[in-house]
């Protein structure tokens, strides 16, 4: 019964059908939003079929995270076992027989050969010796010779099949016990990994010291943001710095069981200082709110003004360069400040931009399956070369008055059929 079960998984068919069906799950993957809060697919699933809005039945099969839901993780554990099965009870045996040596011996089985030589004599010496030189493995019994080159491609289609099962034994991986976690951090700041918004079933997150350092950004010279940048510190449990390095969007930063990306990054608030007749000095923090455009970043606030007969001011912040852009109540242009200057004073009071605190947003991602998905396509393309090897094999029986000869190959047919047009040329009388 097991036995008869496992040939069953042996089928192409069935493989190709699996496959068909992942493909299919993949591609709703693809057209609804994965990983989004309830509100979301409430909002824009709110349609109804046959009275049940889409959004119930998205969260009921788990299409707003497929990827690890059960039975997505059980169609990948079928197509690796199918792949397995076809592997050990089709692919092996067929190597296995392609290393023999056999010998046509009877007239008749040169019949069915791709190509077919009559002649009357040979020269069976002169023709081993250029085999041999042609890379060819040949094997003599008598009167009769056999050859053939390029048996690596035969197991092309077995290290296909053991890729793909390694890129899904991968994949299968880093859902059961990966995660992503997002974070935004002010600089010169202490972190730990909190806000996890991606993990799997048997996820565990480390707990390990992060300090950003700094923050800085790089800008065209049409005033746009070219790449932005975070010096980042990873400390051990007495708070010593043991690894240090500059992350940057597309250079992250490695670890042994981490990968933390540069992503986003944003503006907290401004520090200011009050001072009072040159001699009281309080340092105050101006909080601020981003405002959703489709074109650029922008983040507001609101100034209180100092004396009571005055209006407040609006504070305009469009990036990190350290400048902000005052305006009045009435939405009028007032002036540019940097860092450290004096936004406003009066006969009595100064109260000076002493910095814009800045955040980094931080991508801190452990997939414990990736090492085994490079290697699967590693070893996917490794395949894909060796299957353009030709396998070619090469049959002779020869008598006093009478010779018999053919081959036949998988691939590169009119080069086999040539270098066998020069062998007939050169060997056969």
Not at 57 to 65: D, E, M, R, V
Not at 161 to 176: E, P, Q, R, W, Y
Not at 218 to 244: A, C, H, M, P, W
Request: charged share 15%.
């Amino acid at each position: 019964m097991i036995k008869r079960f496992f040939k069953y998984l042996a089928n192409l068919k069935l493989a190709i059908l699996i496959l068909l069906v992942i493909s299919v799950v993949i591609s709703i993957g693809t057209i609804i939003e994965q990983n989004r809060e309830i509100l979301f697919y409430q909002k824009n699933y709110s349609t109804l079929f046959i009275t049940i809005p889409v959004w119930k039945i998205i969260l009921f099969f788990g299409l707003n995270n497929i990827y690890a839901t059960w039975w997505f993780l059980l169609l990948l554990g079928l197509l690796g076992l199918s792949l397995a099965c076809c592997t050990i009870i089709q692919q092996l045996p067929t190597l296995k027989f392609s290393r023999r040596y056999y010998f046509y011996k009877q007239i008749n089985q040169y019949n069915k050969l791709q190509i077919k030589i009559n002649a009357i004599k040979v020269f069976p010496s002169h023709l081993g010796h250029t085999l041999l030189n042609k890379q060819y493995s040949l094997f003599q019994q008598a009167n009769s010779f056999y050859a053939y080159k390029g048996l690596i491609s035969r197991v092309g289609p077995i290290v296909v099949h053991l890729s793909i099962i390694c890129v899904l034994l991968g994949s299968t991986l880093g859902a059961l016990k990966g995660f992503n976690s997002q974070e935004l951090i002010p600089k010169t700041e202490l972190f730990h990994i909190q806000n996890v918004i991606k993990n799997g079933v048997f996820s565990s997150v480390p707990q390990k010291t992060f300090r950003v350092n700094d923050f800085w950004s790089i800008y065209t010279s049409n005033g746009l943001i070219k790449q932005f940048y975070t010096d980042l510190s990873i400390l051990n449990g007495q708070g010593k710095e043991v690894q240090r390095k500059t992350i940057s969007v597309n250079n992250p930063l490695l670890l042994k069981d981490l990968i933390i990306y540069q992503t986003d990054w944003g503006i907290l608030g401004l520090r200011l200082k009050y001072i009072k007749n040159n001699t009281s000095k309080i340092s105050l923090q101006l909080p601020i709110s981003k405002i959703n455009t489709s074109n650029q970043k922008i983040w507001i606030s609101s100034l209180p003004s100092i004396q009571k007969d005055k209006k407040s001011f609006i504070i305009l912040i469009k990036d990190n360069r350290g400048q902000i852009s005052l305006y009045n109540n009435e939405g009028k242009f007032l002036k540019s400040s940097n860092i450290g200057d004096v936004i406003y004073n009066t006969d009595f009071i100064d109260l000076n931009l002493i910095d814009v605190i800045s955040s980094t947003g931080i991508q801190i991602k452990s997939d414990p399956g990736i090492k085994l998905i490079y290697f699967g396509f590693f070893f996917l393309m490794f395949s894909s070369l060796i299957s353009y090897i030709s396998f070619s094999e090469f049959w002779l029986l020869y008598f006093p008055l009478k010779v018999i000869s053919g081959g036949k190959t998988n691939r590169a047919k009119v080069k086999y059929n040539l270098e066998f047009l020069n062998f007939k040329q050169s060997f056969f009388g």
